[in-house]
């Protein structure tokens, strides 16, 4: 019989020497609740042309089924707030992918977790994941204490705003479990839900992700509807308009991961300078960027349709 709470303590430590901001534990177990919501926001069309997010339906719900003998899910947050954004001249990309990678970055200090806790209990069995594979992560954040989901369906913790990554890891062993988020602090505030400027963010704590810029501009592979003509506001790739709105990220603070960090170029590219770039150019500046997901046919295809 392992000490369920003496372990607890020492992953949280050490996943907060590895960089996490915040890390919660709660019991492996079928999300109830989320399978009557994702049914509905599915059946609704909300994941427009992502639809990969229709397959592995009851995984999405029970992480017994990621992973054999499951029994608690370790919940994490990295920040990723720059220190400095891009200047206003300049089509915007969503800070989350100013630097690396975030999957490479987390998935090895994840792995060095792992390790960890394998030294510290014994023989544990699990798999970690990083918005790569059918994991509700925002739910298992919300069971596991570190923060709620405000109206724009992002996880808000009252100290840090919504400007983290999150991960998960899934394990067979029990550990003493952090009570649920409970307390949404958004309170009457809509200031995401007016800022949204295609009207994504649906007054019932819904985001119809087919309206999402971060879809048309990410997620899209066909052309973007006129429809959203002049509604991107400069957004290229991704938008934080949501969150830079939200009172709560007037707690952000800089990160301190130097493979967050921008390449040098990219806070000093103006709008003409994207207007004219080059694949050389894109293959350099976003050597390592998760901003290669959308090719540089399709950042082409963005910045025209915004310019």
Known sequence: MINSKKYSNLIKQEAKRLGFETCGISKAAFLEKEASNLEKWLKS?????????????DKRLDPRLLVEGAKSVISLSFNYFPKEIQSSDSYKIAKYAYGEDYHHIIKSKLKALTFFIQDTIGEVNGRAFVDSAPVLERAWAEKSGIG?????????????????????????????????????????CTKCIDACPTNAILPSNTVDGSKCISYFTIELKNEIPTSVKEKFEDWMFGCDICQDVCPWNRFSKPHSEEKLNPHPDLLSITKNDWEEITEDVFKEVFKKSAVKRTKFTGLLRNINFIK
């Open 45 to 57: 069309g909300f994941h427009g042309q992502m639809a990969y997010m229709e397959n592995h339906f």
């Open 148 to 188: 709620w989901r405000g109206k724009n369906s992002l996880l808000i913790q009252k100290n840090r705003g919504s400007f983290f990554f999150l991960a998960q890891l899934i394990l067979d062993v029990d550990i003493e479990y952090d009570n649920p988020f409970k307390t949404n602090h958004c309170g009457t």
